[in-house]
């Protein structure tokens, strides 16, 4: 008489657990892959052992794909975009995801043709095992060659005019929304907009928020003052709206560099925050902490924003179906409102 059912194989997610790594970490043992600590490796050895875990052949051609590394692909507009405390925050973030899943990190500036170049040619000799993709603006080609790039690719933040499959993004209509609304509490009638770059998403939303509760004030909203999101920029755009709009009592500005900014041209202008003008940033970044005077602003978790679309990506590489996440905001009240 024949024996009981065949006994089951091992899978590979048994051995990650047993051995008290990641699935990621198990297979490039497994494939014999660089950047796995020798603890681990020894870890992953010994469950395999223990379990009779007998690789797939298949999965291991896959596998031995693998770079060990991933890469975070910023469309911005020179090297010190890196320096900008939002995205030295992602960094953080990003890396710490990265760390526990045994990848390493990998920047690239997008912002010139040459540098797309570069970015295209790892897309397609699969130069890292994934890539999380940022500050796209509108019509950027880096869009199209991730669509077509035969890896796992997350964006940080939603493109202009398409919903990718993957993304990480934050409640950009909502959060800029609430900061409205908080000034048109305060008896401000006559709130002016700082907006970001108006060819990127984020740019569009905030001041899509920002008109949706000035319209639902009754009132009209004021024409978008574009900045680059930087403080410079902001206080160009705010030394704009002044000459153009003197009656101003409120500033939504989109981001806390340019909420900086306005508070220095209004203070140029001798215009007293919030006795005269009230402003409200967005972010909640250091420079809103130690304005002067500080900065209401609309909280964003960039850390976890990096977090998470790093977690994602190793989702993705690791064979899972992640969702699009978008993360919430919160409103952070101090003496400029």
């Known amino acids: ?21 990641s699935r990621s970490v198990a297979s490039r043992v497994l494939n014999n892959a660089p950047h796995v600590s020798r603890a681990k490796r020894e870890a992953v050895e010994r469950a395999v052992r223990q379990l009779g875990y007998v690789r797939n052949p298949t999965a291991r051609a896959l596998a031995t794909r693998q770079t060990g590394a991933a890469a975070l692909v910023v469309a911005g507009e020179e090297p010190s975009i890196y320096a900008d405390p939002f995205f030295a925050q992602v960094i953080v973030g990003a ?11 990998m920047l690239c500036l997008a912002a010139s043709d040459r540098g797309r170049k570069r970015v295209e040619e790892l897309l397609r000799s699969k130069g890292a095992d994934g890539v999380m993709l940022m500050a ?15 890896m796992p690719v997350v964006f940080g933040g939603r493109p202009v005019g398409s919903a990718p ?10 959060g800029a929304r609430e900061a409205t609304e908080h000034l048109l509490s305060r008896g401000r009638t006559r709130v ?4 970001g770059r108006l060819d990127t998403e984020v740019g569009r939303a905030r001041y899509r928020g920002y008109r949706d509760a000035v319209l639902a004030a009754g009132l009209d909203p004021y024409p978008p003052q574009e900045g680059d999101f930087t403080e410079s920029g902001g206080a160009a755009a705010m030394a704009a709206s002044l000459a153009e709009h003197p009656e101003v009592d409120g500033v939504f500005a989109a981001n806390d560099n340019m909420g900086a900014g306005a508070l220095r041209t209004l203070r140029e202008a001798g215009r007293l925050v919030p006795d005269d003008v009230a402003v409200v940033g967005f972010d909640d970044l250091v420079v809103a902490q130690v304005a002067d005077p500080p900065l209401t602003t609309v909280h964003q978790p960039i850390n976890a924003f990096g977090r ?3 977690r994602m990506l190793v989702a993705l590489i690791n064979g899972q179906e992640p969702t699009p996440l978008i993360l919430p905001t919160r409103l952070v009240i101090r003496s400029s409102s």
């Open 136 to 150: 796209l603006r509108e019509d950027d080609p880096l869009a199209r060659m991730a669509e077509e790039a035969e």
């Open 1 to 21: 008489m024949a024996g009981g059912a065949p006994r089951r194989q091992p899978t590979l997610d048994e051995v990650a657990e047993l051995a008290g790594v």
């Open 95 to 105: 890396s710490a995801a990265l760390e526990e899943a045994d990848l390493h990190l």
């Open 165 to 174: 499959r993957w993304y990480v993004d934050v409640d950009n209509v909502g």
């Open 192 to 195: 002016a907009a700082i907006c």
């Open 308 to 310: 998470e679309m790093a």
